[in-house]
């Protein structure tokens, strides 16, 4: 448990010494119980099945977060001070001052895509399985908004600046099981998105990718073009406040009409759920006085993907465990 405590001025050695420890040893020396070989020179943590040990390095892939040594593990996971994670590694008590205060600094973030597959097959079989057109991802994975990444096989979803330049990302496991995460460093202002290339006044919202990517199936199925409507996707699960009028716009939502004044109206599909109905009378509530809202659910189902699977006769796999969907 993280301790609020003074700042202090720790001497260089001990730091260093206590960053020599990588996180297998401490293990094995500390909490050799909480140590479980996956295979080979793979390990992982009892309390933590999704942090990967090996080859000096540690990744936790369900919170997306890694380090080398052991004192990233403490700071990291275990969630000490800085200071507590020293001692606790070199059984050095620090002595305490006050520390000079330093002018804080907005460091831009840098997003860490996962290594690309050499092809797509596995998330090309993943989302027409989940009745997508199989046209539109093949030109999802051409402009590199979709694509599989190399480690796991995951689906890889990318959202874009106005330049074109990568901002975010979020995995979704193709293998059936309900992993999902946003790619380190994302930038959740910039969120998965199908744009039109002519400027239009309406912006269709989604809580999810795949969302997205069956409403504009179903456009398609009608004879429509998608192409000529803006689809967004929400970066995260949007949680307004209690009080509605007090609730954010989302961020992924406020960033796209502040650099889209052009906008008028936008269509609101979010899920036919609790979480979906809350979310569409908060951004009522937020955005009326300024744009025409409309109200615009999947006819079936909790979600647009239900909905999509429904209206072209697909069971849906595994039902009780897609419960959620990449963002």
């Known amino acids: 448990m993280r301790i609020s405590r003074p700042y202090v001025q720790l001497d260089p050695a001990v730091i260093e010494q206590a960053r020599q420890m990588d996180l297998l040893s401490y293990l094995r020396a500390y ?15 009892r309390e933590h099945d999704s942090l990967k040990i090996s080859n000096g390095k540690w990744y936790w892939w369900s919170r997306g977060i890694g380090g080398v040594s052991a004192l990233d593990y403490l700071i990291k996971v275990k969630d000490y001070g800085f200071v507590e994670a020293v001692e606790a590694l070199t059984g050095v008590s620090a002595e305490w001052i006050p520390p000079p205060k330093m002018p804080k600094k907005d460091e831009p973030k840098v997003l860490l895509l996962p290594p690309k597959n050499k092809d797509c097959n596995r998330v090309m079989q993943y989302l027409f399985g989940r009745g997508i057109d199989y ?3 093949q030109d999802c994975v051409a402009d590199g908004t979709i694509y599989e990444s190399a480690d796991y096989h995951n689906a890889v979803f990318i959202g874009k600046d106005k330049s074109g330049t990568p901002k975010y990302a979020a995995l979704r496991s193709t293998l059936g099981s309900t992993f999902k995460q946003d790619a380190s460093g994302s930038d959740k202002r910039y969120s998965f998105r199908l744009l039109t290339k002519e400027p239009t006044d309406t912006v269709h919202l989604f809580e999810a990718a795949i969302d997205l990517l069956s409403y504009a199936t179903y456009l398609k199925c009608e004879g429509k073009d998608y192409g000529k409507e803006n689809l967004l996707s929400l970066s995260g699960v949007y949680q307004p406040k209690k009080e509605l009028s007090e609730s954010k716009v989302p961020i992924a939502l406020s960033t796209y009409l502040k650099e889209n004044p052009q906008i008028k109206t936008v269509v609101l599909h979010l899920d036919n759920d609790k979480t979906g109905r809350l979310c569409t009378a908060a951004l009522k509530e937020l955005l009326q006085n300024k744009y025409e809202i409309v109200d615009a659910p999947p006819p079936v189902g909790k979600d647009f993907n239900d909905f999509l699977l429904s209206y072209l006769g697909i069971s849906r796999a595994n039902p009780a465990r897609e419960r959620g969907d990449v963002r």
Request: net charge neutral.
């Open 31 to 45: 909490e050799p119980s909480n140590l479980v070989r996956v295979g080979g020179n793979v390990y992982c943590t």
């Open 135 to 137: 046209q539109l991802i």
